[in-house]
Protein backbone atom coordinates (compact mmCIF):
# COMPACT_ATOMS: atom_id res chain seq x y z
CA UNK A 1 0.00 0.00 0.00
CA UNK A 2 1.38 3.83 -0.80
CA UNK A 3 0.29 5.71 2.77
CA UNK A 4 0.37 9.31 2.58
CA UNK A 5 -0.16 10.56 6.55
CA UNK A 6 -0.64 14.22 6.65
CA UNK A 7 0.01 16.78 9.04
CA UNK A 8 -2.95 19.36 9.14
CA UNK A 9 -1.99 23.12 8.26
CA UNK A 10 -2.72 25.45 11.21
CA UNK A 11 0.29 27.22 12.04
CA UNK A 12 1.05 28.08 8.24
CA UNK A 13 -2.41 30.05 7.48
CA UNK A 14 -0.82 32.54 10.06
CA UNK A 15 2.87 32.04 9.19
CA UNK A 16 3.60 31.26 12.51
CA UNK A 17 6.89 29.25 13.39
CA UNK A 18 6.94 26.14 15.28
CA UNK A 19 9.66 23.59 15.43
CA UNK A 20 8.58 20.46 16.03
CA UNK A 21 7.81 17.28 13.89
CA UNK A 22 4.72 15.00 13.75
CA UNK A 23 5.84 12.59 16.14
CA UNK A 24 2.66 10.01 15.90
CA UNK A 25 2.90 10.06 11.95
CA UNK A 26 6.60 9.32 11.91
CA UNK A 27 5.89 6.42 14.57
CA UNK A 28 3.03 4.83 12.33
CA UNK A 29 5.29 5.27 9.33
CA UNK A 30 7.96 2.96 11.42
CA UNK A 31 5.42 0.47 11.37
CA UNK A 32 4.17 0.11 7.87
CA UNK A 33 7.73 0.39 6.98
CA UNK A 34 7.83 -2.91 8.65
CA UNK A 35 5.00 -4.09 7.04
CA UNK A 36 6.29 -3.36 3.59
CA UNK A 37 4.37 -0.43 3.13
CA UNK A 38 5.46 2.86 1.35
CA UNK A 39 5.00 5.26 3.47
CA UNK A 40 5.29 9.23 3.18
CA UNK A 41 4.26 12.00 5.74
CA UNK A 42 3.30 15.43 4.31
CA UNK A 43 3.63 18.01 7.08
CA UNK A 44 1.65 21.41 5.66
CA UNK A 45 3.03 23.44 8.80
CA UNK A 46 6.48 22.92 7.92
CA UNK A 47 6.37 23.43 4.06
CA UNK A 48 4.86 26.85 4.00
CA UNK A 49 7.32 28.23 7.19
CA UNK A 50 8.62 30.81 5.39
CA UNK A 51 11.61 33.88 6.34
CA UNK A 52 8.97 36.01 7.44
CA UNK A 53 7.35 33.62 9.87
CA UNK A 54 6.78 35.28 13.51
CA UNK A 55 7.65 33.71 16.75
CA UNK A 56 6.17 36.73 18.30
CA UNK A 57 2.42 36.17 19.54
CA UNK A 58 1.65 39.99 19.49
CA UNK A 59 1.93 39.42 15.63
CA UNK A 60 -0.03 35.96 15.29
CA UNK A 61 -2.89 37.99 17.83
CA UNK A 62 -3.06 39.95 14.53
CA UNK A 63 -3.17 37.31 12.02
CA UNK A 64 -5.74 35.28 13.22
CA UNK A 65 -8.34 36.60 10.81
CA UNK A 66 -5.73 35.55 8.04
CA UNK A 67 -6.38 31.84 9.49
CA UNK A 68 -10.12 31.74 9.57
CA UNK A 69 -10.52 32.85 5.85
CA UNK A 70 -7.74 31.09 4.59
CA UNK A 71 -8.75 27.42 6.07
CA UNK A 72 -12.14 26.86 4.01
CA UNK A 73 -10.51 28.60 0.57
CA UNK A 74 -9.56 25.73 -1.33
CA UNK A 75 -7.92 27.83 -3.81
CA UNK A 76 -5.45 29.11 -1.30
CA UNK A 77 -1.65 27.96 -1.95
CA UNK A 78 -1.30 25.28 1.24
CA UNK A 79 -4.23 23.31 -0.41
CA UNK A 80 -3.33 23.66 -3.68
CA UNK A 81 0.33 22.34 -2.56
CA UNK A 82 -1.61 19.65 -0.77
CA UNK A 83 -3.59 18.40 -4.29
CA UNK A 84 -0.17 18.43 -6.23
CA UNK A 85 1.43 15.99 -3.41
CA UNK A 86 -2.14 13.96 -3.86
CA UNK A 87 -1.54 13.29 -7.40
CA UNK A 88 2.56 13.15 -7.44
CA UNK A 89 2.41 10.31 -4.79
CA UNK A 90 -1.73 8.57 -5.77
CA UNK A 91 -1.81 7.50 -2.12
CA UNK A 92 -4.16 4.25 -1.75
CA UNK A 93 -4.77 5.34 2.18
CA UNK A 94 -4.61 9.11 3.41
CA UNK A 95 -4.25 9.32 7.35
CA UNK A 96 -4.01 12.25 9.77
CA UNK A 97 -3.71 12.58 13.20
CA UNK A 98 -5.41 15.68 14.89
CA UNK A 99 -5.09 18.24 17.83
CA UNK A 100 -8.20 19.87 18.68
CA UNK A 101 -7.26 23.14 17.10
CA UNK A 102 -6.40 21.24 14.16
CA UNK A 103 -9.96 20.09 13.61
CA UNK A 104 -11.04 22.10 10.82
CA UNK A 105 -8.31 21.25 9.05
CA UNK A 106 -7.71 17.79 8.82
CA UNK A 107 -11.64 17.69 7.69
CA UNK A 108 -10.91 19.63 4.32
CA UNK A 109 -7.72 17.52 4.22
CA UNK A 110 -9.34 14.36 3.69
CA UNK A 111 -12.34 16.18 2.01
CA UNK A 112 -9.77 17.31 -0.98
CA UNK A 113 -8.41 13.07 -0.84
CA UNK A 114 -12.22 12.35 -1.60
CA UNK A 115 -12.64 14.91 -3.80
CA UNK A 116 -9.20 13.96 -5.87
CA UNK A 117 -9.70 10.40 -5.53
CA UNK A 118 -12.90 8.57 -4.41
CA UNK A 119 -11.23 5.41 -4.30
CA UNK A 120 -8.47 6.44 -1.81
CA UNK A 121 -8.68 4.76 1.73
CA UNK A 122 -8.84 8.17 4.17
CA UNK A 123 -8.40 7.68 8.26
CA UNK A 124 -7.86 9.72 11.26
CA UNK A 125 -7.04 9.26 14.57
CA UNK A 126 -5.60 11.48 17.68
CA UNK A 127 -6.73 12.49 20.69
CA UNK A 128 -9.59 14.82 19.67
CA UNK A 129 -11.18 11.84 17.75
CA UNK A 130 -10.62 9.44 20.47
CA UNK A 131 -13.23 11.35 22.85
CA UNK A 132 -16.15 12.35 20.06
CA UNK A 133 -15.38 9.46 17.41
CA UNK A 134 -19.19 9.25 16.37
CA UNK A 135 -18.47 13.06 15.01
CA UNK A 136 -16.22 11.65 12.84
CA UNK A 137 -17.44 8.35 11.23
CA UNK A 138 -20.57 10.26 10.43
CA UNK A 139 -18.77 12.26 7.30
CA UNK A 140 -18.52 10.41 4.18
CA UNK A 141 -15.16 11.44 3.55
CA UNK A 142 -13.78 9.40 6.28
CA UNK A 143 -13.46 5.61 6.10
CA UNK A 144 -11.41 4.76 9.45
CA UNK A 145 -12.29 6.45 13.01
CA UNK A 146 -9.50 5.49 14.80
CA UNK A 147 -9.93 5.40 18.59
CA UNK A 148 -7.17 5.20 21.01
CA UNK A 149 -3.56 4.63 19.83
CA UNK A 150 -3.47 2.53 16.67
CA UNK A 151 0.01 1.23 16.77
CA UNK A 152 -1.56 -1.67 16.67
CA UNK A 153 -4.84 -1.24 15.17
CA UNK A 154 -3.61 0.89 11.97
CA UNK A 155 -1.51 -2.11 10.34
CA UNK A 156 -4.91 -4.61 11.35
CA UNK A 157 -7.30 -1.94 9.69
CA UNK A 158 -5.38 -2.12 6.29
CA UNK A 159 -4.80 -5.97 6.38
CA UNK A 160 -9.05 -6.14 6.57
CA UNK A 161 -9.33 -3.77 3.53
CA UNK A 162 -9.73 -0.58 5.04
CA UNK A 163 -13.38 -1.16 6.54
CA UNK A 164 -15.14 2.09 7.25
CA UNK A 165 -16.24 2.57 11.17
CA UNK A 166 -14.88 3.08 14.61
CA UNK A 167 -11.41 0.99 15.08
CA UNK A 168 -11.24 0.96 19.17
CA UNK A 169 -7.95 0.35 21.35
CA UNK A 170 -6.78 0.46 25.00
CA UNK A 171 -3.43 1.44 26.33
CA UNK A 172 -3.30 -2.33 27.11
CA UNK A 173 -2.83 -3.00 23.40
CA UNK A 174 0.67 -0.87 23.20
CA UNK A 175 3.71 -2.68 23.70
CA UNK A 176 6.38 0.35 23.04
CA UNK A 177 8.97 -2.25 23.65
CA UNK A 178 8.43 -3.65 20.75
CA UNK A 179 7.98 -0.80 18.31
CA UNK A 180 10.42 0.84 16.05
CA UNK A 181 11.59 4.38 16.73
CA UNK A 182 10.04 6.96 14.68
CA UNK A 183 10.67 6.76 11.17
CA UNK A 184 11.96 10.10 10.02
CA UNK A 185 13.30 9.33 6.70
CA UNK A 186 9.11 9.29 5.79
CA UNK A 187 8.78 13.18 5.81
CA UNK A 188 8.53 14.70 2.56
CA UNK A 189 11.00 17.96 1.64
CA UNK A 190 13.24 16.91 4.41
CA UNK A 191 15.72 20.38 3.52
CA UNK A 192 12.90 22.48 4.95
CA UNK A 193 13.57 20.98 8.55
CA UNK A 194 16.78 21.70 10.89
CA UNK A 195 18.83 19.26 12.95
CA UNK A 196 17.04 21.13 15.97
CA UNK A 197 13.40 19.84 14.18
CA UNK A 198 14.82 16.12 14.21
CA UNK A 199 15.88 15.83 17.73
CA UNK A 200 12.95 14.74 19.99
CA UNK A 201 13.40 11.72 21.62
CA UNK A 202 10.08 9.88 23.19
CA UNK A 203 11.12 7.32 25.95
CA UNK A 204 8.12 6.70 27.26
CA UNK A 205 4.06 7.10 27.07
CA UNK A 206 1.65 7.71 29.60
CA UNK A 207 1.60 10.25 31.96
CA UNK A 208 0.42 9.82 36.15
CA UNK A 209 -0.59 13.12 36.68
CA UNK A 210 -4.14 14.07 36.34
CA UNK A 211 -4.69 17.99 35.07
CA UNK A 212 -7.95 18.93 34.44
CA UNK A 213 -6.87 20.43 31.33
CA UNK A 214 -4.75 17.52 29.74
CA UNK A 215 -5.83 14.81 27.28
CA UNK A 216 -3.18 12.83 29.11
CA UNK A 217 -5.71 12.03 31.84
CA UNK A 218 -8.19 10.12 30.14
CA UNK A 219 -5.73 8.45 27.18
CA UNK A 220 -3.33 6.76 29.24
CA UNK A 221 -5.39 6.18 32.68
CA UNK A 222 -2.35 7.42 34.80
CA UNK A 223 -0.50 4.38 33.59
CA UNK A 224 3.56 4.24 32.25
CA UNK A 225 4.49 2.71 28.93
CA UNK A 226 8.34 2.46 28.47
CA UNK A 227 10.72 1.97 25.70
CA UNK A 228 13.37 -0.21 26.30
CA UNK A 229 16.64 1.76 26.97
CA UNK A 230 18.75 -0.08 24.15
CA UNK A 231 15.76 1.52 21.59
CA UNK A 232 16.18 4.89 22.82
CA UNK A 233 20.04 4.78 22.36
CA UNK A 234 19.96 3.38 19.36
CA UNK A 235 17.77 6.24 18.07
CA UNK A 236 19.94 8.71 20.10
CA UNK A 237 23.13 7.38 17.76
CA UNK A 238 21.00 7.56 14.29
CA UNK A 239 19.98 11.03 15.09
CA UNK A 240 23.65 12.06 16.18
CA UNK A 241 25.14 10.11 13.15
CA UNK A 242 22.33 10.53 10.39
CA UNK A 243 20.59 13.81 10.87
CA UNK A 244 23.37 15.28 12.00
CA UNK A 245 21.51 16.59 15.58
CA UNK A 246 23.60 18.38 18.01
CA UNK A 247 21.02 18.53 20.91
CA UNK A 248 18.11 16.47 22.37
CA UNK A 249 14.79 17.47 23.29
CA UNK A 250 13.88 14.87 25.74
CA UNK A 251 9.86 13.39 26.74
CA UNK A 252 9.93 11.03 29.43
CA UNK A 253 6.93 11.81 31.42
CA UNK A 254 5.31 8.31 32.39
CA UNK A 255 6.19 6.71 35.86
CA UNK A 256 5.32 8.27 39.43
CA UNK A 257 7.70 10.74 39.83
CA UNK A 258 7.52 12.33 36.45
CA UNK A 259 11.09 12.30 35.88
CA UNK A 260 12.93 8.92 37.14
CA UNK A 261 12.76 7.42 33.73
CA UNK A 262 13.98 10.82 32.48
CA UNK A 263 16.91 10.12 34.83
CA UNK A 264 17.72 6.44 33.21
CA UNK A 265 18.01 8.02 29.56
CA UNK A 266 19.90 10.92 30.99
CA UNK A 267 22.45 8.46 32.05
CA UNK A 268 22.20 7.46 28.09
CA UNK A 269 22.90 11.30 27.28
CA UNK A 270 26.11 11.56 29.43
CA UNK A 271 27.40 8.76 27.21
CA UNK A 272 27.02 10.70 24.18
CA UNK A 273 28.20 13.94 25.26
CA UNK A 274 25.10 16.33 23.84
CA UNK A 275 23.68 18.76 25.57
CA UNK A 276 19.86 17.85 26.12
CA UNK A 277 16.72 19.55 27.64
CA UNK A 278 13.62 17.40 29.01
CA UNK A 279 10.18 18.34 30.76
CA UNK A 280 9.26 18.26 34.60
CA UNK A 281 6.91 18.52 36.98
CA UNK A 282 7.30 21.10 40.01
CA UNK A 283 5.60 18.63 42.48
CA UNK A 284 8.83 16.20 42.10
CA UNK A 285 11.39 18.39 41.50
CA UNK A 286 14.45 18.23 43.59
CA UNK A 287 18.14 19.77 44.13
CA UNK A 288 19.72 16.25 43.28
CA UNK A 289 18.05 15.10 40.77
CA UNK A 290 18.78 18.39 38.85
CA UNK A 291 21.93 18.44 39.75
CA UNK A 292 21.95 14.65 38.15
CA UNK A 293 20.98 16.17 34.84
CA UNK A 294 23.66 18.43 34.40
CA UNK A 295 25.98 16.53 35.05
CA UNK A 296 24.58 14.18 32.47
CA UNK A 297 24.58 17.17 30.33
CA UNK A 298 21.00 18.63 30.54
CA UNK A 299 21.09 22.30 29.32
CA UNK A 300 17.52 23.26 30.24
CA UNK A 301 14.13 22.42 31.29
CA UNK A 302 10.23 22.79 30.44
CA UNK A 303 8.07 23.13 33.45
CA UNK A 304 4.29 24.28 33.86
CA UNK A 305 2.99 26.68 35.97
CA UNK A 306 -0.18 26.90 34.81
CA UNK A 307 -1.16 29.48 37.02
CA UNK A 308 0.04 31.96 39.90
CA UNK A 309 -2.96 31.13 42.00
CA UNK A 310 -3.31 28.37 44.84
CA UNK A 311 -7.35 28.00 44.33
CA UNK A 312 -6.82 27.57 40.24
CA UNK A 313 -3.53 25.00 40.87
CA UNK A 314 -5.90 22.99 43.39
CA UNK A 315 -8.76 23.58 40.70
CA UNK A 316 -5.86 22.07 37.84
CA UNK A 317 -4.90 19.22 40.16
CA UNK A 318 -1.62 20.66 39.61
CA UNK A 319 -0.09 18.36 42.86
CA UNK A 320 1.63 21.81 44.40
CA UNK A 321 1.09 25.30 45.64
CA UNK A 322 1.99 28.65 45.15
CA UNK A 323 4.99 28.03 48.41
CA UNK A 324 6.74 24.84 46.70
CA UNK A 325 6.70 26.74 43.15
CA UNK A 326 8.72 29.75 44.94
CA UNK A 327 11.02 26.95 46.79
CA UNK A 328 11.90 24.83 42.99
CA UNK A 329 12.05 27.90 41.29
CA UNK A 330 14.41 29.02 43.73
CA UNK A 331 16.46 25.75 43.41
CA UNK A 332 16.31 25.79 39.47
CA UNK A 333 18.03 29.09 39.30
CA UNK A 334 20.55 28.41 42.29
CA UNK A 335 22.08 26.29 39.80
CA UNK A 336 22.00 28.28 37.16
CA UNK A 337 20.05 25.96 34.37
CA UNK A 338 17.90 27.80 31.85
CA UNK A 339 14.17 26.95 32.05
CA UNK A 340 10.98 27.38 30.23
CA UNK A 341 7.73 28.12 31.51
CA UNK A 342 4.50 27.87 30.38
CA UNK A 343 1.21 29.46 31.61
CA UNK A 344 -2.66 28.65 31.41
CA UNK A 345 -5.15 31.47 31.51
CA UNK A 346 -8.57 31.45 31.64
CA UNK A 347 -10.18 28.64 33.14
CA UNK A 348 -13.69 28.66 34.59
CA UNK A 349 -13.49 29.59 37.75
CA UNK A 350 -10.67 32.24 37.24
CA UNK A 351 -11.46 36.00 38.27
CA UNK A 352 -9.30 38.83 36.20
CA UNK A 353 -7.02 39.52 39.37
CA UNK A 354 -6.22 35.65 39.11
CA UNK A 355 -5.30 35.64 36.00
CA UNK A 356 -2.92 38.87 36.80
CA UNK A 357 -1.65 36.64 39.74
CA UNK A 358 -0.13 34.25 37.12
CA UNK A 359 1.59 37.34 35.51
CA UNK A 360 2.84 38.49 38.66
CA UNK A 361 4.25 35.02 39.96
CA UNK A 362 6.09 34.43 36.66
CA UNK A 363 8.17 38.00 37.30
CA UNK A 364 8.72 37.27 40.88
CA UNK A 365 10.52 33.50 40.26
CA UNK A 366 12.71 34.18 37.22
CA UNK A 367 12.16 31.92 34.51
CA UNK A 368 14.88 32.07 30.94
CA UNK A 369 11.80 32.39 28.75
CA UNK A 370 8.03 31.91 29.20
CA UNK A 371 4.87 31.74 27.50
CA UNK A 372 1.01 32.30 28.07
CA UNK A 373 -1.55 30.26 26.57
CA UNK A 374 -5.41 30.99 26.30
CA UNK A 375 -7.59 28.05 27.50
CA UNK A 376 -8.20 25.25 24.97
CA UNK A 377 -10.72 23.12 26.53
CA UNK A 378 -9.97 19.59 25.21
CA UNK A 379 -13.08 17.03 24.54
CA UNK A 380 -12.61 14.19 27.01
CA UNK A 381 -10.95 16.12 29.89
CA UNK A 382 -12.65 17.83 32.98
CA UNK A 383 -12.23 20.92 31.74
CA UNK A 384 -14.38 19.84 28.80
CA UNK A 385 -17.01 18.96 31.61
CA UNK A 386 -16.79 22.02 33.38
CA UNK A 387 -17.75 24.17 30.69
CA UNK A 388 -21.68 24.36 30.25
CA UNK A 389 -22.14 24.55 26.41
CA UNK A 390 -19.16 24.38 24.64
CA UNK A 391 -19.70 22.46 21.14
CA UNK A 392 -17.15 20.46 19.30
CA UNK A 393 -17.40 23.70 16.73
CA UNK A 394 -16.80 25.67 19.09
CA UNK A 395 -13.45 24.05 20.43
CA UNK A 396 -12.35 23.96 16.04
CA UNK A 397 -12.32 27.63 16.70
CA UNK A 398 -10.43 27.57 19.86
CA UNK A 399 -6.31 27.24 20.38
CA UNK A 400 -4.11 28.17 23.30
CA UNK A 401 -2.67 30.32 20.67
CA UNK A 402 -5.52 33.07 20.17
CA UNK A 403 -8.09 34.46 22.58
CA UNK A 404 -11.02 33.74 20.56
CA UNK A 405 -13.46 32.74 23.59
CA UNK A 406 -13.39 33.30 27.19
CA UNK A 407 -14.17 30.31 29.25
CA UNK A 408 -14.00 32.21 32.79
CA UNK A 409 -17.96 33.25 34.58
CA UNK A 410 -16.20 36.19 35.85
CA UNK A 411 -14.59 37.53 33.04
CA UNK A 412 -16.13 39.42 29.80
CA UNK A 413 -14.54 38.12 26.40
CA UNK A 414 -13.48 41.59 25.15
CA UNK A 415 -11.84 41.93 29.12
CA UNK A 416 -10.16 38.53 28.83
CA UNK A 417 -8.86 39.86 25.62
CA UNK A 418 -7.30 42.70 27.03
CA UNK A 419 -5.71 40.98 29.68
CA UNK A 420 -4.25 38.12 27.69
CA UNK A 421 -2.95 41.14 25.15
CA UNK A 422 -1.95 42.58 27.84
CA UNK A 423 0.15 39.49 29.45
CA UNK A 424 1.70 37.71 26.08
CA UNK A 425 3.30 41.74 25.33
CA UNK A 426 4.49 41.72 29.13
CA UNK A 427 6.02 38.08 28.76
CA UNK A 428 7.13 38.89 24.89
CA UNK A 429 9.48 41.91 26.62
CA UNK A 430 10.27 39.73 29.32
CA UNK A 431 11.75 36.92 27.10
CA UNK A 432 13.45 40.18 24.48
CA UNK A 433 14.91 41.33 27.30
CA UNK A 434 16.50 38.00 28.95
CA UNK A 435 18.07 37.34 25.64
CA UNK A 436 19.45 41.25 25.10
CA UNK A 437 21.20 40.39 28.06
Given at each position: ?87 EYNPEVVGVSV ?229 KAQIVNSLGLD???FTIVGFPDETA ?85
Amino acid sequence: MRILFVEPAFHSFMNYDRWYYPTSLAQLAAICHMNNHETYIYDADRYFLKSTATKNRIELLNRQQQYFESINDFDHEIWQHYLSVLKEYNPEVVGVSVFTCKFRSALNALKIAKEYNPQIHTCIGGAHVTALPDTFLSKNTIDGVFQGYSDATFPKWIEDGCPKGIIRSNANEINLKELPYPRRQALLSKEFYTPRDFGMVIASRGCVAQCKFCSNSFLWEGRPFYRETESVRNEIIELLDEWGVNSISLTDSSNSDFHVEAKRIANILKEFNVPWTTNVRWATVTKELLEHFIKCGCSGISVGLEAGSDKILKYMKKGCNKKQIREKAQIVNSLGLDWQLFTIVGFPDETAEEMIETRELVLEIKPTSVSVNSLSPLPGTDVWKDVPGITEEMASSVNQLLPNYCFSKYVSLEEYKDIFVTITKCFEAYNSNKVNK
